[in-house]
């Protein structure tokens, strides 16, 4: 059980963090920048959450994923690979986790109204941040793979896990907007009502 009783300790005024293991790093370290973005996309789930009250169902998905990425979090923070004679194991992302993200998207996809075209992030305030939360996650998957470029210990698996995250967080949001019913669609070289000259 993690506990902390002070809040402030001083110690990233030079501007290094310190990880589960190893060396303080730069604040602007990959690690740290991939696992900061993790905790964004983690935030801004928590703002869609605000827009659940009537579909109960993604509230509790939702909050599993918010736990888990704090477990995709904890792995991005523990660098190198484990000592075999360590008493506790690293907590890291495990394909079990990946998988119920897959089951959740075949669930909820099959309720949807199939595309025309692709989907404007848009529609509900739900779908709206569901989008945004999408595209944040995207971000994290895409400096998770640097890091994993840079570091091959990354674990593969919080890749995976977060390319999964994105496409559930698309579907979500379409069954946000009575299940693809009131998708924003794209209309190609839509201009408006543009008046020459």
Same mark, same amino acid.
């Given at each position: 059980?993690?506990?902390?009783?002070?809040?402030?300790?001083?110690?990233?005024?030079?501007?290094?963090?310190? #990880?589960?293991?190893?060396?303080?790093?730069?604040?602007? &370290?990959?690690? /740290?920048?991939? %696992?900061?973005?993790?905790?964004?996309?983690?935030?801004?789930?928590?703002?869609?959450? !605000?827009?659940? &009250?009537? @579909?109960?169902?993604?509230?509790?998905?939702?909050?599993?994923?918010?736990? &888990? #990425?704090? &477990?995709?979090?904890?792995? @991005?923070?523990?660098?190198?690979?484990?000592?075999?004679?360590?008493?506790?194991?690293?907590?890291?992302?495990?394909?079990?986790?990946?998988? %119920?993200?897959?089951?959740? /998207?075949?669930?909820? $996809?099959?309720?949807?109204?199939?595309?025309?075209?692709?989907?404007?992030?848009?529609?509900?305030?739900?779908?709206?941040?569901?989008? =945004?939360?999408?595209?944040?996650?995207?971000?994290?998957?895409? /400096?998770?793979?640097?890091?994993?470029?840079?570091?091959?210990?990354?674990?593969?698996?919080? =890749?995976?896990? #977060?390319?999964?995250?994105?496409?559930? !967080?698309?579907?979500?949001?379409?069954?946000?907007?009575? $299940?693809?019913?009131?998708?924003?669609?794209?209309?190609?070289?839509?201009?408006?009502?543009?008046?020459?000259?």
């Amino acid at each position: 059980m993690v506990k902390l009783n002070v809040i402030y300790t001083k110690t990233g005024d030079d501007g290094t963090t310190g #990880l589960v293991r190893g060396p303080r790093r730069p604040k602007f &370290d990959l690690r /740290i920048e991939a %696992y900061g973005t993790v905790d964004e996309a983690n935030a801004q789930i928590g703002v869609a959450r !605000l827009h659940t &009250d009537t @579909l109960p169902a993604i509230d509790a998905l939702l909050a599993r994923v918010q736990n &888990d #990425l704090f &477990d995709v979090g904890s792995d @991005l923070a523990t660098p190198g690979a484990d000592d075999p004679a360590a008493q506790y194991p690293s907590l890291r992302v495990r394909p079990i986790q990946t998988q %119920y993200l897959e089951d959740q /998207i075949d669930l909820f $996809n099959a309720d949807l109204a199939p595309l025309r075209s692709f989907v404007l992030p848009g529609g509900s305030a739900l779908a709206a941040n569901l989008h =945004v939360a999408r595209t944040v996650t995207r971000r994290a998957e895409r /400096i998770v793979v640097e890091l994993a470029s840079a570091e091959p210990d990354t674990n593969p698996e919080a =890749v995976r896990y #977060l390319n999964r995250l994105s496409d559930l !967080l698309f579907v979500l949001s379409r069954t946000a907007n009575g $299940n693809g019913a009131a998708d924003v669609l794209w209309v190609p070289g839509n201009h408006g009502d543009v008046k020459k000259g």
